[in-house]
């Protein structure tokens, strides 16, 4: 294993977990520039969906992602683990090694996005940003990536809560899941406990950054999330109020789910790998107290870690990072002031109207992002 990978004091669902947050990455690359939204056709979710989302924590779009796009990382996947492409933060992997030798390197990794290009353009993927615009606001940081080996044998994870490791002051976090393999119970799928995002958060008291949940009777120190053992696992009590629901997955589906719901995936007991790539992002506007759980400037004196995350759709008051790789986002195109249009008029007020006119966000037009926004993943 590398110096990356987590082993002290390691939990059962962390075995092999490698994180590359702070490996520094390869010079900037543009390879990724023509990934335009306009080359996608554009995506539009109903009512019903935006329904379902709201009601049960989770809703799953069907064949988001395009075929050749999923197999352009299945392909990658494969070349992972057999020694043939590697980046900064990998396992070393030795090409005389038995195959269960080099398959066993690897369970999951975090945040490639910073050192591979096809990382980033999954993570800004335009037909994922549009389903975010549409089901949590214009304004879209993109956080985290997470890349999901999950071979034969391998363990999964016990109930948490995303929120619970990504905070966002105000809690906007949401994952987008993306099947590049089928997903089955067999091979540990994702469960859900339905409607359980209405739950509040339950950290662990020594977090200071989290949220006012804390001060709420019946939240307690929970320092035992993402243990498959419920009978360990304090989120059990909570997530059995809650009806449980697998959601099975075919490649490019995508599983959009609440930061505060309740979910758990079982180990792989099938002979096939199951495959997923996940990203997390809130609300460009959120302040974000966390940077891949590493130190940054200005954290001590109460600055955001939004600096380090990428911006994905809309605008901000707050800084961002731009892509490394050149993937096409917001952070890399001109921003206009919006215009809000015709104030909405409210009764009960002087003449039955508090006002009217044109409303208009005041805000600096941006012709030069990258002087503006200097940091780079």
């Known amino acids: 294993m590398t110096s990356t990978t987590v082993l002290t004091n390691a939990k059962p669902w962390e075995h092999n977990l490698i994180s590359v947050g702070s490996v520094q990455p390869p010079p900037k690359s543009n390879d990724n520039a023509l990934f335009t939204r306009d080359k996608y056709e554009p995506v539009q979710l109903s009512v019903s969906d935006y329904r379902k989302l709201q009601r049960d924590g989770f809703v799953k779009v069907e064949a988001l992602i395009p075929p050749e796009h999923i197999q352009e990382m299945s392909v990658h ?42 990382h980033e353009r999954f993570l800004l993927h335009p037909r994922i940003l549009n389903v975010l615009e549409q089901v949590s606001g214009p304004d879209v940081l993109a956080l985290q990536s997470m890349a999901f080996f999950k071979q034969p044998g391998q363990p999964g994870q016990g109930y948490h809560q995303d929120s619970y490791y990504i905070p966002t002051l105000p809690n906007t976090l949401i994952a987008a899941w993306v099947a590049v393999s089928q997903a089955t119970e067999e091979n540990g799928c994702l469960w859900f406990r339905v409607g359980s995002q209405s739950e509040p958060l339950y950290p662990r008291t020594e977090d200071e950054f989290t949220h006012e949940s804390r001060l709420l009777e019946g939240v307690f120190d929970n320092h035992t999330a993402s243990n498959e053992d419920t009978t360990i696992n304090q989120l059990t009590a909570i997530a059995s109020q809650y009806p449980e629901l697998a959601c099975p997955a075919n490649p490019g589906d995508v599983i959009f789910f609440h930061g505060n719901i309740l979910h758990r995936s079982h180990a792989n007991r099938s002979t096939y790998p199951r495959r997923a790539f996940a990203g997390h992002y809130c609300d460009a506007r959120s302040f974000v107290p966390w940077n891949v759980g590493e130190k940054w400037d200005g954290m001590d004196g109460g600055e955001p870690g939004n600096k380090y995350h990428i911006l994905g759709r809309g605008d901000s008051h707050l800084p961002f990072a731009t892509p490394r790789f050149g993937t096409p986002c917001a952070a890399l195109e001109e921003r206009i002031p919006r215009v809000a249009g015709t104030q909405v008029l409210m009764p009960m007020a002087e003449n039955g109207q508090m006002g009217k006119g044109l409303v208009r966000v005041i805000r600096q037009q941006v012709t030069d992002v990258r002087s503006l926004v200097p940091n780079k993943l």
């Open 77 to 118: 996947m494969d070349r992972v683990i057999q020694g043939k492409e590697t980046a900064k933060g990998f396992p070393t992997i030795d090409l005389s090694m038995p195959e269960a030798e080099r398959v066993e390197r690897f369970s999951r990794i975090h945040n490639v996005h910073k050192v591979h290009p096809l």
